[in-house]
């Protein structure tokens, strides 16, 4: 009886329990570490209704160019193309941009991925339409194939649309 009381408490108790698990969404980048960090202006995994403007902090070991690409649902866009920034912090939209990213439908989760080069690409990174993770992956890649391995990086972070 003392048995079953017990352990019908805990049931009672972990049933108010709830247990978030974040995939681990973050790529590995080329082990050169020149980005340092990649965040929406609200940090990792914030939540932004759709209309709401925001904005990305890119911080970089050096100076070189990013593109910014965004994964939502299983569309993907190209936000920012081949961008030069100096070594240390940038917010995108920048002010000369003219710009304001504002969240859209469908809902859910949305990856943003900085692709960097400290030598001005060679080529631009559009993308539309419907990808998949391979996709969206080997897109990726085969962007940073042509530079050195230490002359890129590449990170991602994520966040939430309601």
Do not use: H, K
Not at 1 to 23: D, H, I, Q, W, Y
Not at 136 to 155: E, G, K, M
């Amino acid at each position: 009886m003392r048995t079953a009381l017990l352990l019908g408490t805990l049931a009672l108790g972990l049933s108010a329990c709830s247990v978030t698990v974040r995939p681990n969404l973050g790529l590995q980048g080329s082990g050169s570490n020149l980005i340092t960090s990649l965040r929406p202006d609200r940090g990792e995994g914030s939540t932004y209704a759709v209309g709401e403007s925001v904005r990305f902090v890119v911080s970089t070991r050096a100076a070189g160019y990013v593109t910014l690409i965004a994964l939502q649902g299983s569309e993907a866009s190209t936000i920012a193309r081949n961008v030069y920034v100096p070594a240390g912090t940038t917010v995108f939209p920048r002010a000369q941009d003219g710009v304001t990213y504002n969240v859209s439908t469908p809902r859910g989760l949305q990856r943003v991925r900085a692709i960097f080069t400290r030598v001005r690409p060679t080529s631009d990174l559009v993308l539309r339409g419907t990808y998949d993770e391979g996709r969206w992956n080997a897109t990726s890649s085969a962007y940073l194939q042509p530079y050195a391995v230490q002359d890129r990086d590449v990170q991602e972070t994520y966040l939430y649309i309601r």
